[in-house]
């Protein structure tokens, strides 16, 4: 079971506690949970489960216990370290990952679950309710998912995919039938999606991002990231692993146009070489594996990108790129360009990237272990398989903090840093992440060198004897609640519950943040409509840091009380309130003015909140 230690670091560079202001001596209510697959125990804090839905038949493997996968007995990649180390090291059987699930995409009030063995699609209009709509199985792993009005965009890695998307795979290595690359569905109905074009790459796609270009309204691109073997000219032409070949197939991605008006002719149209050494020209410009030093983590050779996150209103990337964090100007989408690049001693693997809201702060991921292995054990250092934050300063990165989830996990859970997304809280950068089987954390970035967890969801292992896969691979933010897509037990749906560290009017002003689509890897600057949520929310963080007087912030409580209550600005005293805000207002932007960095910013917020609502007469 789990160990009954609790895991602190606590210094300038890094920040791991408990939930916020925890007590160290207090032991975690994640350590020691029952293990099981429907019946294991579970904790929440500051979060609720309102839905859990299992996997559907075609998407578990029925000839394994309970349609379980467990890791096999080597690694599949030999840049990660995959093994697994200590004298009580768990039983592990050879079985794939083939009906894994993945990432998630979604559309208005519909989520699609990427799978190892296809998609599946849920209605979530309700999402206490949320119901399957459609499966689709076609093998091919990993079947990460995006989404763009009616197109819906599939990676596809693994050798047994075709592109019919039969179930027989491929036994002929230099067979046409083979598919490795960009599966693209016509979604138009979601009950019977339509593969309308299959890009085949040479290092298939192991996940891919969807890119808009705010300067070209006829096409949409896709950055395909392979970080599988090359594959051979023979199975597919102009491919080859040669490190000497001037047109390796090695140290790029690939940049996919896909016409709107013609999805179907999509087509690679650049191999970038954004790792090349900007003085020789060499391809292999960047990290070249191996260890940093003693005591040091060894970290992958950099030649490919395992995810890439844009934020095209910033004309930024960042790519978590094997042995690499990169940043690259994206300002033309179909030729980047690295801006900067960064190492890290403690990495051994460079996952994911996350922007903030502002595009001033990234975080990366380190999937140390390959998602396989247990990396979350009191034993595990908290510097290695966590998150990096970095500031993004004049287009560079420079390094802020570590943030690790603090529960020591056992040896027969899989757990190391994974996918998430930002939770749009105005005046903060707050995150909820997946750990696999380390579960989900909710933390809060807004210190860059002193991250805080503020809340979390866990679940027991899968078995108590044998490290089984399974745990969340992805936990995003979508439309007021967090989806997390639990490898091996389905879709889970959560909401966030008021605490110390979060209020109820921070929930409200995120939850009013409405968007129609959502994919992790392109993010898009959230606004926040000047609402009373809105300027409350900053209240009760000024509140929280002493950065506003009470009795100012009472009269402002005031005066958003009886601006609630005017409609119109012919409304009696709709003048007086109008007049009130805009007083208020200039009072706080001269506060503002002597404040320490973060309450100077929400003074600023606010004060504009209540600008607006001046302008409105009162009322919005």
Excluded at 14 to 40: F, I, T, Y
Excluded at 451 to 456: D, K, L, R, S, T
Excluded at 475 to 502: C, Q, V
Excluded at 582 to 587: E, K, M, N, Q, R
């Amino acid at each position: 079971m789990k160990s009954g230690l609790v895991r602190l670091a606590c210094g300038s560079a890094v920040v791991l506690c408990l939930s916020a202001g925890g007590d160290a001596q207090q032991q975690d209510p994640r350590v020691g949970l029952k293990p099981g697959l429907r019946d294991a125990g579970q904790v929440a804090r500051h979060m609720e489960l309102v839905a859990s839905l299992p996997k559907p038949a075609g998407f578990f493997d029925p000839k394994t216990p309970a349609g379980l996968e467990v890791p096999p007995e080597s690694p599949s990649d030999n840049s990660r370290d995959n093994t697994v180390t200590g004298p009580s090291s768990p039983t592990r059987s050879p079985v794939s990952l083939s009906f894994a699930n993945s990432d998630l995409a979604f559309s208005g009030t519909l989520v699609f679950v990427g799978n190892f063995n296809g998609f599946n699609t849920y209605d979530i209009e309700t999402p206490k309710k949320a119901q399957l709509l459609a499966s689709v199985v076609c093998p091919g792993g990993q079947g990460d998912v995006s989404v763009y009005g009616h197109l819906l965009f599939m990676s596809v890695e693994e050798t047994r995919g075709r592109i019919d998307c039969g179930t027989q795979g491929v036994l002929d290595t230099a067979s046409r039938e083979r598919f490795r690359g960009v599966r693209i569905f016509d979604i138009s109905d979601v009950k019977k999606p339509k593969q309308i074009a299959a890009v085949q790459t040479c290092r298939g796609s192991h996940t891919h991002t969807l890119v808009v270009n705010p300067k070209d309204a006829e096409n949409i691109y896709i950055y395909g990231s392979g970080t599988s073997r090359v594959r051979s000219g023979e199975e597919l032409s102009g491919c080859t692993d040669d490190k000497t070949d001037p047109n390796t197939s090695l140290f790029s991605i690939d940049v996919i146009q896909v016409p709107l008006a013609a999805p179907a002719t999509a087509k690679i149209v650049n191999r970038p070489r954004i790792f090349a050494d900007p003085r020789t020209g060499a391809p292999g410009g960047l990290w070249p594996g191996g260890d940093h030093g003693p005591g040091t983590q060894k970290t992958s050779l950099t030649d490919r990108c395992h995810d890439i996150t844009v934020f095209p209103e910033k004309g930024l990337a960042a790519g978590a790129c094997s042995g690499n964090g990169i940043l690259l100007d994206i300002s033309d989408p179909v030729h980047p360009e690295r801006l900067d690049a960064v190492a890290d001693p403690n990495f051994a693997f460079w996952h994911s990237a996350t922007f903030n809201n502002d595009g001033t702060k990234v975080i990366f991921t380190d999937e140390w272990g390959g998602g396989t292995r247990p990396r979350c054990r009191a034993t595990d250092q908290m510097t290695w398989g966590a998150d990096a934050i970095f500031d993004v300063v004049d287009r560079k990165l420079r390094f802020g903090g570590y943030f690790k989830m603090p529960a020591p996990q056992t040896e027969t859970e899989n757990c190391v840093a994974h996918n998430g997304s930002i939770i749009p809280v105005p005046g903060r950068d707050i995150m909820a992440q997946a750990w696999y089987q380390g579960g989900v954390s909710v933390f809060d970035f807004t210190d860059s060198a002193h991250p805080v967890e503020i809340a979390f969801f866990d679940r027991g292992p899968l078995d108590p004897a044998k490290l089984i896969i399974g745990g969340f691979w992805s936990t995003y933010w979508f439309n007021g609640y967090i989806y997390g897509t639990e490898i091996a037990r389905g879709l889970d749906i959560f909401k966030l519950t008021p605490s110390e560290f979060l209020s109820q009017n921070e929930i409200d002003a995120a939850s009013q943040v409405h968007t129609t689509e959502f994919n992790a890897q392109h993010q898009q600057r959230i606004t926040w409509a000047p609402t009373s949520a809105v300027a409350r929310a900053y209240l009760d963080q000024l509140a929280r840091t002493k950065g506003i007087s009470a009795e100012k912030a009472a009269t402002v409580k005031s005066a958003l009380e009886r601006a609630d209550k005017i409609k119109n600005p012919a409304d009696k005293g709709a003048a007086a309130v109008k007049e009130q805000l805009t007083t208020l207002a200039a009072d706080l932007e001269k506060d503002a003015s002597a404040a320490a960095a973060n309450d100077a910013e929400r003074l600023k917020s606010l004060a504009g909140t209540l600008r607006s609502r001046a302008a409105n007469g009162g009322g919005i």
